[in-house]
């Protein structure tokens, strides 16, 4: 590990494994520990370490990171304590980052597959075949036949390029995220309730919030940074943290209070809790007269089982009354049946949020976004907030938390989806217009309909409408629902396939081409976090051989293709003059993007950036110079400046546990691995403490099937089948009747075995809720 | 050669205490959690029966509640 070399002999860095091992064993026991003072601890006694500031490379949270670098290698990592996001702390994915760019495997040249097997190739070379393979597939098939599939962990100028390459350059909307597979909902939600993206508060609500409600969320291992600054207000003012999940974890046994539910019955419980705030007169009368409008939209919606499904919703306008009556059917009494939650904690949770004098916030992530109904249930928790006016103040608001560090910054805010555009939609003119003004290319060659989604995507490969498909800075074989019908598909000839990653993966190994990219830290860039912060670095360190940034093989190959007059950037200072040129999008009060000299600065700034100043609360009148209506709120998104309150019902999963296949299957990750694993895995002190994936039961479930810690254990659906050891009253514990496996484990494709079910308005995939059988092999 | 990795569980309230007492034995090396009552533990030991002699004085330390052993590695000396 050239990460220790200045730990000059094996025996050191083997007291330094051990330590990191102990360490690790802690974060996985107590959620939110952290051991700041190892940071120090890392460093070589007499280094000379230049510290450079950046951003984490992992989750949404976007802690602020220094990296200390020396003679050009990153040898350190410790937390930015200027950075108000982290304060100086980082969970054990964020000590170990960089150890990751050091694997044996690491891409560092351009591969061309020639016979059946990969080739090194020079990059200019395999730059040059993609080109023309792109460029040929046009030519042959029409400019819908070629995709690109991005991620939400492309830096905000890669997105921008891929944006601008795919809908100005060559006029198609086949571009789409993986962004799609964990954010689309809350995106959805906050369209579909202000008319504007995003969360209108920040983290320093956490400072002043008396209740955490966290909804499907286990914060403790997945934004372990913001946890732990839960639990310090926890144990210094009293603030509580309630934990709402199907599955107990590190989260819960950390909280106040937990409490349970049977999968899919959030929506019910939602709407309980807003019957229970009417019916005890908790509701905010004036400021649900002032800023919300009641709509209802159309119900029994499906769940886009089928390709080339369409959905559109139609939403209608209601009155107070009709919701009130629509509620009636989720009195507690009601829903407790199904919800599997008593009538006593469904009115506690309406209490929590139904008392003036208690500030509440509700965090989620992927188990509110990857719900078949998941846009309804975002709207249903705003619906909780509206009518109590809970929202867009210092410690009151609903919060939807990011899994990657950019799919606010480049993903939503660039707009890496179908429909996107870096302000606005493809369906608008005005937004059409204004993104060929800037681009300087035709309007007509923006197409104004979306084409596919994420799912629909490689639906699409899988039918040889796409016949050329360029992945980045992602892993959809291991991270797609139903991968049993993807895999197949991106091995078909019909497809020419194109992957840029930093680590050979199993959707590498279906390429065509492999493209060398550069990681994190070997490029300047920016990301954006879930509370609107947008963070810059620069290069820290080169990258290995012709490892490259992603947006300058993207500008290289689109300049081979004849569009190099739209890509005037240069190589040595493309990310500024990228970043300039997007910011003309956001100008303005509503999201205006801070100049790059403050980024450079400082440890990120909060848009809408107005008069030198973040903006931590909008649609609030005393924090927020867009608000412009005289009141004391205003939800400008909207064009009468007034939310929406929806009427959703509850409405069935898909598929449900029958006689044939009894468990529900709910999917997720873990503290020590991020997302797929393709990094993480080659961090040795985290791959050591959590070397493979497993299939947890609760007790009894294991008992009943005479099943014991560590056996091999078949899960199989109707899609396919993984083996997997199962787990007992280890990390996690399942509800009876459920079964929970993590996906980061390449080896143990979970996702073989999941449902491509999604939300038909975010059309976001439900990786949460499917029907399993289990057998002992 | 064993080198292995505890935790470190402090009595509630006597962290500072036990952060001295396992500081002042030559060979742990030890690192607090900045939020939590606990250490991360690393002992560096000649031999077996050196690591035992160790173990039991950590043991006898008054604030430590719990020592949990998470890893074990033995090496040549370089």
């Given at each position: 590990m050239s990460m220790y070399k200045s730990v000059t002999n094996r025996r050191s860095f083997i007291k330094k494994m051990a330590m990191l091992s102990a360490m690790t064993a802690a974060a996985s026991m107590f959620p939110g520990i952290l051991f700041a003072s190892e940071q120090e601890k890392g460093i070589p006694e007499n280094a000379n370490l230049d510290w450079k500031k950046g951003p984490c490379r992992f989750c949404g949270v976007g802690c602020g990171i220094l990296v200390g670098t020396e003679k050009g290698k990153a040898i350190a990592v410790k937390g930015d304590p200027n950075c108000s996001v982290n304060k100086g702390l980082l969970c054990v994915k964020g000590y170990h980052q960089i150890m990751c760019i050091q694997s044996k495997d690491r891409l560092t040249h351009a591969l061309v597959k020639k016979n059946g097997r990969y080739v090194k190739t020079p990059l200019d070379e395999a730059l040059d075949i993609v080109a023309n393979k792109m460029k040929g597939t046009i030519a042959d098939h029409g400019k819908d036949s070629v995709a690109m599939y991005t991620s939400g962990q492309s830096t905000i100028p890669e997105g921008y390029v891929a944006s601008k390459f795919m809908k100005g350059a060559i006029g198609t909307n086949n571009l789409d995220c993986n962004a799609r597979l964990c954010m689309a909902s809350a995106v959805g939600g906050f369209l579909t309730t202000f008319g504007a993206d995003e969360?209108?508060?920040?983290?320093?609500?956490i400072d002043h919030a008396d209740y955490f409600v966290t909804w499907g969320n286990n914060m403790a291992e997945m934004h372990p940074v913001l946890f732990s600054r839960m639990l310090e207000q926890k144990s210094r003012r009293g603030a509580k943290i309630v934990d709402f999940a199907t599955r107990t974890t590190r989260s819960s046994t950390a909280s106040d209070r937990s409490i349970l539910f049977e999968p899919q019955t959030d929506l019910a419980v939602a709407n309980a809790i807003c019957y229970e705030i009417i019916k005890n007169g908790w509701v905010n009368k004036s400021f649900v007269e002032k800023h919300c409008n009641f709509n209802k939209g159309l119900t029994n919606i499906g769940y886009g089982l089928e390709d080339k499904y369409k959905f559109k919703d139609k939403p209608q306008k209601i009155d107070f009354e009709s919701y009130k009556e629509f509620l009636k059917d989720y009195s507690p009494e009601k829903v407790s049946k199904y919800s599997k939650v008593s009538v006593k904690d469904i009115k506690y949770l309406a209490s929590i949020y139904g008392d003036p004098n208690k500030k509440v916030v509700s965090y989620w992530c992927m188990g509110m976004n990857q719900h078949t109904r998941g846009t309804w249930m975002n709207n249903l928790v705003y619906n909780i907030h509206l009518l109590t006016g809970k929202i867009s103040q210092p410690g009151n608001g609903p919060f939807s938390l990011t899994g990657q560090p950019s799919a606010c910054g480049t993903a939503r805010e660039v707009g890496t989806f179908t429909h996107k555009l870096p302000k606005g939609v493809v369906m608008n003119e005005k937004h059409r217009r204004l993104a060929a003004k800037i681009w300087k290319v035709p309007y007509e060659r923006i197409p104004s309909k979306p084409t596919y989604h994420a799912t629909e995507m490689f639906r699409a490969v899988d039918r040889g409408d796409i016949k050329f498909i360029w992945t980045q800075a992602t892993n959809p074989l291991v991270s797609l629902p139903k991968t049993s019908r993807y895999r197949p598909a991106m091995e078909k000839e019909s497809c020419f396939v194109v992957v840029s990653d930093v680590f050979p993966t199993p959707t590498s190994d279906v390429a065509d081409v492999i493209l060398p990219a550069a990681w994190h830290i070997e490029k300047s860039g920016l990301y954006g976090n879930s509370e609107r912060r947008t963070q810059h670095w620069n290069k820290m360190v080169d990258a290995p051989g012709e490892a490259t940034a992603d947006a300058w093989m993207f500008i290289e190959v689109a300049k081979r293709m004849g569009y190099g007059d739209l890509f005037p950037y240069s190589k040595e200072n493309h990310v500024e003059e990228i970043y300039n040129e997007y910011r003309q999008f956001h100008e303005g009060a509503k999201h205006g993007m801070a100049p790059l000299e403050v980024l450079k600065k400082e440890s990120g700034a909060i848009w809408p950036y107005v008069n030198g100043k973040s903006t931590q609360w909008r649609f609030n009148a005393q924090y927020d110079p867009a608000c412009s209506n005289g009141e004391a709120f205003h939800f400008y998104g909207k064009p009468d400046g007034k939310a929406v309150i929806w009427q959703r019902p509850f409405e069935e999963a898909p598929e449900k546990p029958d006689q044939e296949y009894p468990f529900w299957l709910n999917t997720g990750r873990v503290v020590e691995h991020w997302h797929t694993g393709s990094m993480t895995r080659r961090i040795p002190v985290l791959h050591q403490a959590m070397p493979n994936a497993y299939v947890e039961f609760h007790p009894d479930d294991a008992k009943s099937l005479g099943i014991r810690n560590g056996q091999n254990i078949k899960v199989t659906s109707r899609r396919g089948s993984c083996i997997l050891p199962a787990s007992i009253n280890e990390r996690g514990l399942p509800t009876k009747g459920q079964v929970f496996v993590p996906f980061f484990d390449e080896n143990m494709l979970i996702n073989d075995v999941t449902l491509d079910a999604f939300c038909p308005i975010s059309k976001e995939p439900d990786y949460k809720k499917c029907a399993v059988k289990v057998q002992k092999v | 050669m064993p080198i292995k990795s505890y935790l470190a569980h402090a009595i509630e309230g006597k962290k500072e205490e036990l952060m001295k007492a396992l500081m002042n034995l030559k060979q742990c090396e030890v690192v607090p959690a900045e939020n939590q009552d606990v250490f991360a533990l690393v002992t560096d030991t000649p031999n077996e029966e050196e690591e035992g002699v160790l173990k039991e004085k950590i043991e006898a330390i008054n604030s430590l509640k719990l020592l949990s052993l998470v890893s074990g590695f033995n090496t040549p000396q370089n």
């Amino acid at each position: 590990m050239s990460m220790y070399k200045s730990v000059t002999n094996r025996r050191s860095f083997i007291k330094k494994m051990a330590m990191l091992s102990a360490m690790t064993a802690a974060a996985s026991m107590f959620p939110g520990i952290l051991f700041a003072s190892e940071q120090e601890k890392g460093i070589p006694e007499n280094a000379n370490l230049d510290w450079k500031k950046g951003p984490c490379r992992f989750c949404g949270v976007g802690c602020g990171i220094l990296v200390g670098t020396e003679k050009g290698k990153a040898i350190a990592v410790k937390g930015d304590p200027n950075c108000s996001v982290n304060k100086g702390l980082l969970c054990v994915k964020g000590y170990h980052q960089i150890m990751c760019i050091q694997s044996k495997d690491r891409l560092t040249h351009a591969l061309v597959k020639k016979n059946g097997r990969y080739v090194k190739t020079p990059l200019d070379e395999a730059l040059d075949i993609v080109a023309n393979k792109m460029k040929g597939t046009i030519a042959d098939h029409g400019k819908d036949s070629v995709a690109m599939y991005t991620s939400g962990q492309s830096t905000i100028p890669e997105g921008y390029v891929a944006s601008k390459f795919m809908k100005g350059a060559i006029g198609t909307n086949n571009l789409d995220c993986n962004a799609r597979l964990c954010m689309a909902s809350a995106v959805g939600g906050f369209l579909t309730t202000f008319g504007a993206d995003e969360p209108m508060g920040c983290y320093e609500d956490i400072d002043h919030a008396d209740y955490f409600v966290t909804w499907g969320n286990n914060m403790a291992e997945m934004h372990p940074v913001l946890f732990s600054r839960m639990l310090e207000q926890k144990s210094r003012r009293g603030a509580k943290i309630v934990d709402f999940a199907t599955r107990t974890t590190r989260s819960s046994t950390a909280s106040d209070r937990s409490i349970l539910f049977e999968p899919q019955t959030d929506l019910a419980v939602a709407n309980a809790i807003c019957y229970e705030i009417i019916k005890n007169g908790w509701v905010n009368k004036s400021f649900v007269e002032k800023h919300c409008n009641f709509n209802k939209g159309l119900t029994n919606i499906g769940y886009g089982l089928e390709d080339k499904y369409k959905f559109k919703d139609k939403p209608q306008k209601i009155d107070f009354e009709s919701y009130k009556e629509f509620l009636k059917d989720y009195s507690p009494e009601k829903v407790s049946k199904y919800s599997k939650v008593s009538v006593k904690d469904i009115k506690y949770l309406a209490s929590i949020y139904g008392d003036p004098n208690k500030k509440v916030v509700s965090y989620w992530c992927m188990g509110m976004n990857q719900h078949t109904r998941g846009t309804w249930m975002n709207n249903l928790v705003y619906n909780i907030h509206l009518l109590t006016g809970k929202i867009s103040q210092p410690g009151n608001g609903p919060f939807s938390l990011t899994g990657q560090p950019s799919a606010c910054g480049t993903a939503r805010e660039v707009g890496t989806f179908t429909h996107k555009l870096p302000k606005g939609v493809v369906m608008n003119e005005k937004h059409r217009r204004l993104a060929a003004k800037i681009w300087k290319v035709p309007y007509e060659r923006i197409p104004s309909k979306p084409t596919y989604h994420a799912t629909e995507m490689f639906r699409a490969v899988d039918r040889g409408d796409i016949k050329f498909i360029w992945t980045q800075a992602t892993n959809p074989l291991v991270s797609l629902p139903k991968t049993s019908r993807y895999r197949p598909a991106m091995e078909k000839e019909s497809c020419f396939v194109v992957v840029s990653d930093v680590f050979p993966t199993p959707t590498s190994d279906v390429a065509d081409v492999i493209l060398p990219a550069a990681w994190h830290i070997e490029k300047s860039g920016l990301y954006g976090n879930s509370e609107r912060r947008t963070q810059h670095w620069n290069k820290m360190v080169d990258a290995p051989g012709e490892a490259t940034a992603d947006a300058w093989m993207f500008i290289e190959v689109a300049k081979r293709m004849g569009y190099g007059d739209l890509f005037p950037y240069s190589k040595e200072n493309h990310v500024e003059e990228i970043y300039n040129e997007y910011r003309q999008f956001h100008e303005g009060a509503k999201h205006g993007m801070a100049p790059l000299e403050v980024l450079k600065k400082e440890s990120g700034a909060i848009w809408p950036y107005v008069n030198g100043k973040s903006t931590q609360w909008r649609f609030n009148a005393q924090y927020d110079p867009a608000c412009s209506n005289g009141e004391a709120f205003h939800f400008y998104g909207k064009p009468d400046g007034k939310a929406v309150i929806w009427q959703r019902p509850f409405e069935e999963a898909p598929e449900k546990p029958d006689q044939e296949y009894p468990f529900w299957l709910n999917t997720g990750r873990v503290v020590e691995h991020w997302h797929t694993g393709s990094m993480t895995r080659r961090i040795p002190v985290l791959h050591q403490a959590m070397p493979n994936a497993y299939v947890e039961f609760h007790p009894d479930d294991a008992k009943s099937l005479g099943i014991r810690n560590g056996q091999n254990i078949k899960v199989t659906s109707r899609r396919g089948s993984c083996i997997l050891p199962a787990s007992i009253n280890e990390r996690g514990l399942p509800t009876k009747g459920q079964v929970f496996v993590p996906f980061f484990d390449e080896n143990m494709l979970i996702n073989d075995v999941t449902l491509d079910a999604f939300c038909p308005i975010s059309k976001e995939p439900d990786y949460k809720k499917c029907a399993v059988k289990v057998q002992k092999v | 050669m064993p080198i292995k990795s505890y935790l470190a569980h402090a009595i509630e309230g006597k962290k500072e205490e036990l952060m001295k007492a396992l500081m002042n034995l030559k060979q742990c090396e030890v690192v607090p959690a900045e939020n939590q009552d606990v250490f991360a533990l690393v002992t560096d030991t000649p031999n077996e029966e050196e690591e035992g002699v160790l173990k039991e004085k950590i043991e006898a330390i008054n604030s430590l509640k719990l020592l949990s052993l998470v890893s074990g590695f033995n090496t040549p000396q370089n």
